[in-house]
């Protein structure tokens, strides 16, 4: 098709055309501004990319098309981190208010459908460590919802809807995997009139020669012998309580030997209900352990919660 030649609709598209070269070369990459944002608010390339589900190779090339657009450096990049610079924090400062308020109204309308990870644990455990940890990771991620139940026994993962058990052992679950998040030593304790009755101890087998209290669990004796490589098949057991609490009444009563945390005995130990019965290497292997399917593990929720746990624990 021939062009018209007069001098005005010449002006009028070579107008149109610029104004469509321009709009070409200025469009905003919407992704690309909140990745920046979110990078600026966590602090973090590394914790931006599981944030947002994405890798940290994605993530840099996000923070570099901005850079580019922008014609500044947005960040200073040193061995201990990231920080913004003078031109990030003038682009943080203008943009970011308008992504907390969209954020704010997707958690607000949306919140149903927030990464959610859900956990089962023993009571104790629970009380004594989770909960503080829990309260602590919240605060940090908001966007991940964690719920807790509190139980003893081995889940199935495949057919009930718990995404990580954290459990007391040695780490062997066949066909899951394991992730070792702390070892709280476990004291061994006894009232002195058991010890003045049947004589002090010298090593982990000669808690065969008294009657044992199983914790609520009624397995960390066992999982404890098989740890010291004692064979425990002779082991005589006690009345089971299903609180740690009720086992320490139980041991300051002679009722036999306890192996339980520390926060639990500490009061006895200061009064001299209790005295510690036995003072040996505790075996690191012997801890609690974050546990789930292998492929759970590879979510990025779960991946941020572990690591967080083993952060927190340590």
Known sequence: MQMPSSPRFDERYAGHLTLAVLKSNMAIRIQDLYTFHVVARTGAMQDA?????????????????????HGSRLFDRSKHGITLTAAGLALQSDIGSAFSKIEAAHEEHFSTHRDSVRISASATFAHSRLVSSVGRFAQNYPRIRISVETDDRLVDFKSEPIDLAIRHGLGRYPGLRSEWL??????????????????????PADCLHFRLLPDSTGKDWSIWFEAQDVNASDAQYGPQYGNDFLTVKAATESQGLALLNDIYVKDGLASGELVRALETVWPTTFAYYAVALPETFEKPSIRTFVTWLKDDMS
């Open 49 to 69: 990319a599981q944030e947002l589900g994405v890798t940290p190779g994605a993530i840099s090339q996000r923070i570099r098309a901005v850079e580019e657009r």
């Open 182 to 203: 702390c070892a709280p030593e476990l004291i061994l304790v006894a009232s002195p009139a058991l010890l003045e009755k049947h004589g002090p101890l010298t090593a």
